[in-house]
C-alpha cells in the first residue's frame, strides 16, 4: 500500500503563518462561539470575528435580512459588541480554543481605527487586524473609506503607524477600479489584502411596493457575487506585491481554488456558513483531496497559477 503525503497548507499572511488557506468571514460567524458545537475551530486557517468598533453598536432596524437568488442582502449596520465587550466577553473563549483570531475592526474616523489598533496591538490572542473600510450599510466610515483612494491609503497608514500587528485592509467592490484602491492602501503599508465586501443592492415587495430592507439598501454576498469577485482578486494579484485574500460566493472547495488559482494566497467563507455551517472544513479537506488529485504538494503551487 502507497503511503498517502500530506500536502502542506500552509500560507503567510505577511509575517502571520496560517496552517491552511481557510478562514471564515467577518459577520457570517459570530465570534466563533455560536458554531463551536458545529465545527472543529482548531483546524481552520484563522476565525475572523464580526467588526468591531470602540463603542458597542446596535445596527441598523430589521428588517435587515432579505434572501435573494443565490444570496442574500444584508443591512446590519455593524452591531457589535463593541471593544471592550469583544475583550472580555468574546475573545476568552477563541483564545482556548487555540484558533488564530484577526479582528475586523470599523470606526467612523480615522483616529478610531487608530485607537481601536493601538488597543488590540497588547492583546494577548490577537493575531491580525482587518481594516474594514467596506462596510455599505452604515453613514459614516464604511464605504466612505474604501472608495477614496487617499482616505483608505491614510486610514490604512494611520494604523500602520499605531500597531505591530499584520495589518489586513478589507477592500469594497463599490468602485469603478478596484486596483486603485489596492494600489493607495498598499502605499499605506498594508501586508495584506482582503476582497471582496458586499456589493451594494436592494429588493423590492411588489405587494407593498415597499422596500424589503428598512435601510433601502444592503450588501449582497454569496453565489451571486462569485464572478465580480473572483475578477477582482485577479486585477489586485497582478497590480500589487501584497498577499490577496479572496472573499465572495465561496461555497465549494472548487470556488475556494478558482480565487487561489486567480492569484488568491488564502480565502474567507462567508455567506455559505448560514446554509451549512461545516463548509470551511469541507472547503478545507476538498482542497487537500485536490492537491493529492493533481499530485501538487503544497498549496502554494495552485497560487496565481491562471494560464492565459
Ligand atoms: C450578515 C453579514 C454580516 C457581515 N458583517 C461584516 C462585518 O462586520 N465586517 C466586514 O468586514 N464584513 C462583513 N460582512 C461581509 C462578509 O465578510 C463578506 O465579505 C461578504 O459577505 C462576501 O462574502 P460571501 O459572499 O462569502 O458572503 C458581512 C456579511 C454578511 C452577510
New binding site residues.
Given amino acids: 500500500m502507497g503511503i498517502e503525503i500530506l500536502p502542506d497548507l500552509r500560507v503567510s499572511i505577511g509575517s502571520f503563518q496560517l496552517k491552511n488557506p481557510v478562514m471564515t468571514?467577518?459577520?457570517?460567524f459570530g465570534y466563533g462561539e455560536e458554531f463551536a458545537s458545529l465545527v472543529d475551530l482548531h483546524r481552520l486557517g484563522a476565525v475572523i470575528v464580526?467588526?468591531i468598533s470602540h463603542e458597542p453598536r446596535a445596527g441598523n432596524m430589521p428588517p435587515r435580512?432579505v434572501e435573494t437568488s443565490c444570496?442574500?442582502l444584508?443591512a446590519?449596520g455593524?452591531e457589535?459588541v463593541g471593544f471592550e465587550g469583544f475583550v472580555k466577553e468574546k475573545l476568552p473563549y477563541l483564545r482556548n480554543k487555540k484558533v488564530p483570531v484577526i479582528v475586523?475592526i470599523?470606526g467612523d474616523s480615522i483616529e478610531e481605527y487608530c485607537i481601536l489598533a493601538e488597543k488590540l496591538n497588547d492583546i494577548e490572542g490577537v493575531s491580525a487586524l482587518?481594516i474594514?473600510i467596506?462596510?455599505p450599510n452604515v453613514k459614516k466610515g464604511g464605504v466612505a473609506f474604501g472608495t477614496d483612494p487617499d482616505m483608505a491609503e491614510a486610514v490604512t497608514s494611520g494604523v500602520r503607524k499605531r500597531c505591530t500587528l499584520p495589518v489586513i485592509v478589507?477592500l469594497s467592490p463599490n468602485v469603478t477600479d478596484i486596483t486603485v484602491i489596492a494600489k493607495a492602501v498598499v502605499s499605506g503599508g498594508c501586508d495584506a489584502i482582503s476582497l471582496?465586501?458586499?456589493l451594494l443592492g436592494m429588493a423590492i415587495d411588489i405587494h407593498t411596493r415597499k422596500p424589503k430592507l428598512a435601510n433601502i439598501v444592503g450588501?449582497l454576498?454569496?453565489p451571486a457575487?462569485?464572478p465580480v469577485?473572483l475578477r477582482m482578486v485577479w486585477q489586485v494579484a497582478q497590480a500589487v506585491k501584497v498577499p490577496v485574500i479572496g472573499?465572495?460566493?465561496?461555497t465549494t472547495a472548487a470556488d475556494a481554488i478558482e480565487f487561489m488559482i486567480a492569484g488568491a494566497t488564502a480565502i474567507?467563507?462567508?455567506?455559505?456558513n448560514f446554509i451549512n455551517p461545516g463548509v470551511s472544513e469541507e472547503i478545507l479537506d476538498g482542497i487537500a483531496t485536490y492537491l493529492n488529485e493533481k499530485g501538487l504538494t503544497s498549496v502554494q503551487e495552485l497560487i496565481g497559477s491562471l494560464e492565459i
Fill in positions: 468571514a467577518s459577520g457570517t464580526k467588526g435580512i444570496g442574500m444584508n446590519i455593524l457589535n475586523n470599523l482587518e474594514n467596506s462596510c478589507k471582496v465586501n458586499t450588501g454576498s454569496g457575487i462569485k469577485a472573499i465572495g460566493g465561496i474567507q467563507v462567508g455567506t455559505a
